[in-house]
Structures are given as C-alpha cells and as structure tokens.
C-alpha cells in the first residue's frame, strides 16, 4: 500500500533550526512536495524534489533519499509565524498526492 | 504564481440541504481539478479528480451520488454536498493543474471552504 509517515507534532524555539522528517512508499515515484498549512488555510507550496539531495531556498530547505524513501524539510532561523503544520506529500506513477498527516510544528519564544 | 479561488469560503446549513462550492483557476486554465477534505487535525484526503468535460473520478468509500462534481469548464469545477449532514462538516479544498504543466505537475490550492451543517 502506499503510505506516508511523518511525526505528530514537533515544538522549537525561535531562532533555531529544526528538521521534519517523513518517509513514504509509492507505487512509482514522481516527487516529494512539502507544503506549509497555517490552521483553517489551504496548503502553500514549500518544495519539491524529485532527484536525491538538498535543495535550499531561504531559510527553508528541502533533502531526498529515493533509496531509503526518506526527506525532511529543515528550517532555518526559525520565527514565530513559522508555526504551522508542515504536510509531506509523495507523487505516484498516476501523478496524484499521497499526503502524510502533517507536523505541527510549535516555536516558542 | 497560479491563483485558485473558492466560493464561499465559509457556509452554514441546515441538514438535508444542498451545497454548492465553485473552484476557479483566475489566471491559468486547468485541464484537472482535485477536490480535497480535511478533518481536524488529519490530512487532506483526496475524494475526486475532475477533468473538464468528463465525469469525474470518485476515490474509494466516496458516495457519487452525494458529492456531485461538474467540470464545465476549463476554469471552473463545482462541488455540491446533497442532502447534507452533520457529518459532512468539514473542510474541503481543491487544487488545480495548469494545462501548460511544467515539471511535475504542481497543483495550485484554493484557499478552502468551511462547511458547517447544523
């Protein structure tokens, strides 16, 4: 089946760094989205990796391993409106979004 | 970037009333539309992808019956809940692709609406 996996709920503190991870399994692989979504929102775009490695965008960035299904989203000088939930998606051979239950994230001063 | 928009963003109804939501692509054309409901705390859940001028593809467990789609166009894909009930409250949002694709497919968001169905 296809499956996505990422924690619960993560809290950090403003300024610092945290890492969300995820791991998925597909039937075929065509990219790993990450969006942010602030409470009663739709989801906005944070990335996309379809190749293996890190792609860095601000003070978001954004790492796949394609061999071990694995990503995380790592953000930077983390603020206080970065408090949001963070869902990993996975694009399958059909091109549809297999979405995780998303992290909500939690910075404190 | 691509602006999806619905409408309304927020409805309230009595139960076994009927309830259109609209989903519109205002800048792009979308050849796909996807609906999209999210429970509290849990993630989207896919019920239907719609193609302009075909029916649309209903996920698993997702009555037809009850969540009618029409694609009528390339800008536009409605949504109505029939004959609602408290346990169709939710969150539904949909999501376009632009017909000049791009790398992957990025699918574009609308902001959501909120339906409360007393």
């Known amino acids: 089946g296809q499956n996505i996996d990422q924690p619960t709920e993560m809290t950090a503190t403003e300024g610092a760094i945290v890492q969300i991870n995820c791991t998925y399994q597909?039937?075929?692989?065509?990219?790993l989205f990450w969006y942010q979504q602030h409470a009663g929102e739709a989801p906005t775009f944070l990335s996309y990796?379809?190749l293996d490695g890190l792609e860095e965008k601000g003070r978001f960035s954004s790492f796949l391993s394609r061999s071990k299904g694995y990503s995380y989203l790592l953000l930077k000088e983390l603020q206080m409106k970065d408090s949001a939930s963070y869902l990993c998606?996975?694009?399958?051979?059909?091109?549809?979004?297999?979405w995780g239950a998303g992290t909500k994230l939690i910075i404190k001063p | 970037g691509a602006v999806v928009s619905q409408h309304p963003s927020r409805v309230i109804c009595k139960s076994g009333t009927s309830v259109k939501i609209e989903c519109r692509s205002l800048?792009?054309?979308?050849?796909?539309m996807f609906w999209y409901r999210q429970f509290p705390k849990k993630s989207l859940m896919l019920m239907a992808t719609?193609?302009?001028?075909?029916?649309?593809?209903?996920e698993q467990g997702v009555e037809k019956d009850k969540f009618l789609i029409n694609h009528a166009s390339l800008t536009l894909s409605t949504l109505t809940v029939t004959s609602a009930h408290p346990e169709d409250s939710s969150f539904y949002i949909c999501?376009?692709?632009?017909?000049?694709?791009?790398?992957?497919?990025?699918?574009?968001f609308g902001p959501g609406t909120r339906l409360t169905v007393l």
């Open positions: 597909t039937s075929g692989f065509n990219g």
């Open positions: 998606a996975a694009m399958d051979s059909n091109y549809q979004l297999i």
């Open positions: 800048d792009f054309q979308a050849t796909t």
């Open positions: 719609s193609n302009e001028g075909s029916k649309a593809t209903y």
């Open positions: 990796n379809v």
């Open positions: 999501s376009a692709i632009s017909t000049s694709g791009g790398d992957y497919n990025e699918q574009f």
